[in-house]
């Protein structure tokens, strides 16, 4: 099949190249000049593991092309459109970058051709793109909704081996050519009309982000009854009908899809006068837990004026440069506003956008640095780098031996015995037992 995939970030890069790597041959456009040019040479501009090497072999093999304009008209059998949906400020997904794609594709698009979206549209997206092309003219343009789950840091693998596929369709045409293209995964499949594929994508996300909320709250509990939140997670999880999958208490969520989702499937549901109360309550929690070292340092240090705070980790999450809803970026606006200096470690990331703090702040790719004559240390991302540290050499370089474990990953014994205090999430029974908290 030939395929365009309309916008190269995350979802359209690694799509692209793994219908490249089932066989397709295909055209990613993007309005970037510059990263089309890059991308042409090879190089990726996210860390992605296992992204490089895979658009090295695609490129050899003649399969991925790059282009700012859309080209090989003639004969493409179906687009993909993966431009961002950035919120706006009513927390609504901003569909203008979508829009512009319908109308580049009435110009160019083949008869016939299959539009599919990739981006996460709020439902009602594709029935909205159908009136579009409708009055360009376009009625012979076929839509669909193909919504994508990849995880950023994992995104290969979940693309190729999905655990499950969503046509959203309107005909048997379609729904052929999404078979052609998906020949060669072996994924269960789940043919729908685009409003419910629309939905389903928006409901998985809100239920993984209502089970880390959900978690997150039992941890406070536990911290105030003197539990262990990661043996409850445990305990729980072993129940096939709860399942053992985000359950880790920490510092909440991030990233560039359950912060945007959530909040969008509120406001989805705001449209059609339906209060999702459980879901502004999980967006609410959210935001709360990034706050929860701040918390425990002012329980610790009651003012935080002229104390220099490490945080380790920027990216939301480990094996990913992505900082978008980062908890570590709040944090650190928190904590410069209570007049600390913060400090930041990142295996990957190089600086830091703090919003509402003047300017970039330095992050440096070596944790002893950071904690040279640091008083407090935050564990907001879980990366390998800081799992395994020599704890005497870190006690010995902080003024002040405080540590706030924000993932629940650091062995406490160790650190205990290397004479550091250790607060955590949820853990509350041992090895320390900080009164007050939150
Ligand atoms: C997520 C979905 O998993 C994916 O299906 C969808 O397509 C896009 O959004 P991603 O944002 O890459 O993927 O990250 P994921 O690994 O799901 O983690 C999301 C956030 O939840 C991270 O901030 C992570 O730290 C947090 N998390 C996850 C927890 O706090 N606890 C958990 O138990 C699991």
């Excluded at 040479?41 to 490089?52: R, S």
Aim: hydrophobic share 40%; with cysteine.
């Amino acid at each position: 099949m030939n395929i365009w995939i309309v916008g190269t970030g995350y979802v359209g890069l690694v799509t692209g190249l793994c219908f490249a790597k089932l066989g397709h041959q295909v055209w990613c456009i993007d309005q970037d000049k510059t990263k089309i040019e890059r991308l042409s040479d090879g190089k990726v501009p996210m860390h992605e593991p296992g992204l490089p090497e895979l658009l090295h072999d695609q490129l050899a093999l003649g399969r991925i092309h790059f282009a700012h304009e859309y080209t090989h008209l003639h004969a493409v059998d179906a687009a993909f459109i993966a431009v961002g949906t950035p919120p706006t400020e009513r927390g609504e997904a901003d569909l203008r970058y979508v829009f512009s794609v319908v109308e580049d594709l009435a110009k160019y698009g083949t008869p016939g051709l299959l539009v599919a979206t990739k981006s996460t549209v709020p439902v009602g997206t594709a029935a909205k793109i159908r009136e579009r092309f409708d009055r360009l003219g376009r009625s012979d343009i076929e839509v669909a909704s193909v919504p994508e789950f990849l995880r950023e840091g994992n995104a290969i693998e979940d693309t190729l081996n999905p655990h499950r596929l969503i046509y959203g369709v309107t005909s048997k045409t379609a729904l052929t050519v999404l078979e052609a293209i998906h020949k060669n995964l072996a994924s269960p499949v789940v043919v729908c009309e685009p409003p419910t594929a629309e939905m389903i994508k928006y409901a998985s996300n809100a239920f993984l982000a209502t089970k880390i909320s959900f978690v997150n709250e039992i941890a406070n509990i536990c911290d105030r009854i003197g539990a262990d939140v990661s043996q409850v997670a445990l305990g729980m999880g072993l129940d096939p009908r709860i399942g053992p999958s985000f359950l880790r208490a920490g510092l909440g969520y991030g990233g560039s899809c359950f912060p945007k989702d959530t909040k969008a499937l509120v406001n989805i549901a705001g449209a059609v006068n339906y209060d999702f109360t459980l879901l502004r309550a999980v967006v609410e929690v959210n935001q709360r837990q990034r706050m929860a070292p701040l918390y425990r340092l002012l329980n610790w240090f009651e003012d935080l004026a002229g104390l220099t705070v490490c945080l380790l980790g920027v990216s939301f999450k480990p094996g990913t440069d992505d900082t978008r809803e980062s908890p570590s970026l709040d944090l650190a606006r928190q904590l410069v506003a209570h007049g600390a200096t913060v400090r930041m470690v990142d295996p990957v990331v190089k600086d830091a956008k703090v919003p509402g703090c003047g300017t970039d702040l330095s992050v440096t790719c070596d944790p002893y640095e950071g904690l040279l004559d640091a008083d407090a240390a935050v564990l907001v991302t879980e990366w390998d780098d800081f799992l395994h540290l020599d704890w005497q050499r870190v006690k010995n370089l902080m003024r002040h031996p405080f540590w706030f474990d924000g993932r629940n990953v650091l062995d406490p014994d160790r650190l205990r015995e290397a004479g550091l205090v250790l607060a955590n999430i949820g853990r509350g029974v041992k090895p320390f037992r900080l009164v007050e908290v939150l």
